[in-house]
């Protein structure tokens, strides 16, 4: 996707999508966050990517500009842990994107943002975060753009997967970061409503992508995380 007329266009249709999905999953990951956490994640998300479209707008010139505002918009509306996390990682990163959206600065893009996450909120795998779903996310994209060669499309595909076996990992272990550590061992069992607002962006990036990334091979859905075990049936008791 080399034309940044065509990038601009695809980025503000990601966008849409992502903020139609969240207005939909408010009341979902509201009641994740009930659980183990203080009830506003489906608000917070929502309201933040409603005004990030109201911000982005119209927006034109390079797809940095859109991303940097993106998080900018994050920052300034989305309430708790969530705005700087999310949007000041997106911030940080967007300079990665100053020559545009290609597979090599995507990938830096997605590693930028993955260390400022953790710089952000000083947490590691394991501790029932969106950490947990942001890293096996990360190093799969990286892998099979770097080392396997697939297309973007694919690769992102397999991200996706990753990124969901990291929301399923969250369901089983016990929270030692964040609001929900407070609970200690009665956060088991919940899944973390950050790492599953990761994964229902990362499904509308795909979703967006498969429209603009045409002619590329079939989606590959069953791609296993490096770093995250498949516990998947868990899943279902969230």
Do not use: C
């Amino acid at each position: 996707m080399a034309d940044t007329d065509v990038q601009v266009e695809a980025l503000h249709a990601a966008l849409a999508n992502v903020a139609d999905r969240l207005a939909a999953e408010k009341t979902y990951l509201t009641e994740l966050d009930s659980a183990i956490g203080d009830a506003d994640h489906g608000a917070n998300m929502n309201r933040g990517f409603q005004t990030v479209l109201e911000k982005t707008e119209g927006m034109d010139g390079e797809p940095a500009e859109i991303v940097k505002a993106v998080g900018m918009a994050i920052v300034s509306e989305v309430g708790g842990a969530a705005g700087p996390l999310y949007g000041g990682s997106i911030l940080t990163a967007s300079q990665e994107l100053d020559e545009g959206i290609t597979a090599e600065t995507s990938v830096a893009f997605a590693e930028a943002y993955l260390e400022k996450l953790q710089d952000r909120g000083g947490a590691q795998i394991g501790q029932k975060t969106m950490v947990d779903a942001v890293t096996p996310a990360v190093h799969t994209y990286k892998k099979s753009i770097e080392e396997d060669d697939l297309p973007p499309l694919e690769a992102l595909a397999k991200t996706v997967d990753a990124a969901e076996r990291g929301v399923n990992f969250t369901v089983p272990i016990r929270a030692t970061k964040g609001r929900a550590s407070y609970l200690g061992w009665r956060s088991v069992g919940h899944r973390d409503p950050g790492a599953t607002s990761t994964l229902i962006i990362l499904e509308e990036l795909l979703e967006t992508a498969t429209e603009y990334l045409d002619g590329e091979e079939a989606l590959d859905r069953d791609a296993t995380s490096p770093t995250v075990p498949d516990d998947g049936d868990d899943a279902e008791e969230a």
